[in-house]
């Protein structure tokens, strides 16, 4: 802009000096011709020529004056000419110094550009994380207190269940004691409806130093119907399903406490809390050869991330389950103490054993990227004692047994079908649906009751709404000193007017199938209904007049809603 404002004047002083020449060339006179009448020129008097001369003087000095005019207007022009030549220098001078100093000007002005721009990003990106955050903030997912994370959990349950053959139970059902087909009770059906599974939990968790400290609490109304009548109020009480604290280190190791799912039962993944398997069953109490347990329990863990293998002990509260066959003389049955023994204090009115050791669980679990594998050992400590007498004299009799197994949960096809498989063998009686740990020998000794366990089903997931299932399961005893005897007197158990059976249990088999729905699953949480049905059979080892059995067919059916 500069330099354009500086060559207007020089254009201008090039036009008038162009404009003054072409004016003095153009007003320059010839002479006259003087011209007489005959059209010829006549000869010039003296007069004449004077006054031609006088003219052409005058007009010499008009020109010449003329000429002045133009050198002095040339030399004024020449001096603007060099003043805007030397405004022109300066002006580059300032413009150049005007750069020099406004490089640093311009370093600050990029530099402050540079950090709104870091800050538009980082505003935006605020503004991106608030967005995913209003959710979170209108349907929290947890409360914050003192730093603890506090996440509560659980579901309502309205429930109703159909028993072919009644057990006067709830909707836990007790498959060992389904009624042989003579019993009465064979002979009736059942109808009940509970809100008793009904579940609430709590956990709470957060940072201590690197380590992560958890505490988890789980609660149903699942407890003994003492005090309680179906006749107006239904008054049930609440018992502990869950309650242990939980330390888990960054290096992989992880110790744990309280009452919590035993490290017995099947996990999906790894082997940490909360993250054991049930089958899918509205039966609270899952299904017979399905190997569990809920009870106090110390364990340490240690995860290989890098072997994506876990490996764990854990010392459990120990019961023992015992059965006197009718072999063993009322001699020794009349002091027979230990196994079954009635608590007293806050355990009064409950019956016992009396323990010698914990029961001591060890596992290792595989995860590779198609499945979850778990091989796992149990050892126990059994003991009796036959009380001091005349003639006989006291003593304390201790058995060392335990069992082992495996399992397996493999999701397959996309994680649209999983599969289940697990089998136990060994004195892990209690465990199981049938729970028979020890047979008393005639000489008031103990006798591990090596059963089989296993299950096996199917689970389906085609949509994220609906969850299918069928599983198979069974428990096995065999016949050990006089359980199972082959003279054991049947013959009273095929009439109901003469009922009179002590038959022993053989085996145990179920088969079930049901299904999940949920309506709605969002940030209010998940309303579902479920049904399943379930076939068990019940078989004795044949005696004389030969082998009882029983039979059931369950319907059950749930309508739930989870909290979020």
């Known amino acids: 802009m500069m330099q354009h404002r500086i060559f207007w004047p020089l254009a201008l002083v090039a036009a008038s000096i162009g404009t003054f020449g072409l004016t003095a060339v153009a007003q320059t006179p010839e002479p006259p011709a003087r011209i007489t009448t005959s059209g010829k020129p006549s000869a010039a008097t003296t007069q004449d020529l004077e006054q031609l001369r006088q003219t052409m003087d005058e007009q010499n000095r008009l020109a010449q004056k003329r000429l002045d005019q133009i050198e002095q207007q040339n030399q004024e022009l020449v ?181 919590m799912w035993s490290l017995l039962t099947v996990n999906r993944v790894g082997i940490e809390n909360l993250t054991e398997y049930a089958p899918g069953l509205v039966d609270g109490t899952i299904l017979p050869g399905f190997d569990y347990a809920r009870q106090t329990s110390f364990r340490v ?98 058995l060392l047994d335990g069992s082992f197994g495996a399992a397996a949960y493999l999701p397959v096809f996309t994680n649209k079908v999983s599969y289940l498989a697990e089998a136990m063998w060994g004195a892990d009686g209690r465990y199981g649906a049938t729970g028979t740990d020890v047979i008393v020998e005639p000489n008031g000794a103990l006798s591990a009751e090596k059963s089989i366990h296993g299950i096996t089903g199917i689970e389906v997931h085609p949509t994220s709404r609906f969850d299918g299932y069928a599983y198979g399961s069974e428990e096995y005893l065999p016949r050990d000193y006089g359980y199972g005897l082959k003279t054991i007197n049947n013959s009273n158990c095929f009439a109901e007017a003469t009922y009179s059976c002590s038959a022993s249990l053989k085996a145990m088999e179920t088969g079930a199938a049901g299904f999940w729905y949920r309506f709605y699953k969002g940030p209010s949480g998940t309303v579902q209904f479920g049904m399943d049905y379930v076939y068990a059979l019940k078989e004795a080892w044949s005696g004389v007049g030969g082998a009882p059995r029983g039979i059931d067919n369950v319907m059950e059916s749930s309508f739930r809603y989870y909290l979020p």
């Open 79 to 259: 001096r603007q000419l060099r003043a805007a030549e030397d405004q022109l220098s300066q002006a580059e001078q300032q413009i150049d110094q005007h750069s020099d100093a406004a490089t640093p000007q311009v370093a600050a002005l990029q530099a402050a550009v540079s950090s709104l721009q870091s800050t538009q990003k980082a505003a935006a990106a605020y503004l991106e994380q608030q967005k995913k955050l209003d959710p979170e903030r209108n349907f929290p997912s947890a409360l914050r207190y003192r730093g603890v994370t506090i996440v509560p959990g659980g579901f309502f349950a309205a429930e109703a269940l159909y028993r072919s053959h009644a057990e006067n139970a709830d909707i836990n059902t007790s498959w060992a004691s389904i009624p042989w087909d003579a019993q009465t009770m064979s002979h009736l059906s059942e109808f009940r409806a509970s809100a008793r599974q009904t579940r609430l939990s709590l956990r709470a968790s957060g940072p201590a130093g690197s380590a992560t400290i958890t505490g988890y609490f789980e609660t149903d109304f699942l407890a003994s119907g003492t005090g309680a009548s179906e006749q107006q109020t239904n008054g049930y009480s609440n018992r502990v399903r869950q309650m242990w604290g939980r330390v888990q280190f960054p290096n992989g190791w992880t110790f744990a406490g309280g009452q």
């Open 301 to 398: 863990t240690k995860n290989f991330a890098s072997y994506r293998t876990t490996a764990a002990f854990s010392a459990e509260n120990a019961a023992t389950v015992g059965v006197t066959p009718a072999n063993v003389p009322a001699a020794i049955t009349a002091v027979l103490s230990g196994l079954a023994t009635t608590g007293t204090g806050i355990m009064a009115n409950t019956t016992y054993s009396t323990n010698v050791a914990p029961d001591l669980i060890a596992k290792l679990a595989f995860d590779p990227r198609f499945g979850h594998f778990e091989v796992k050992a149990i050892g126990r400590t059994f003991r009796d004692r036959l009380v001091s007498t005349a003639k006989i004299p006291g003593k304390n009799n201790t």
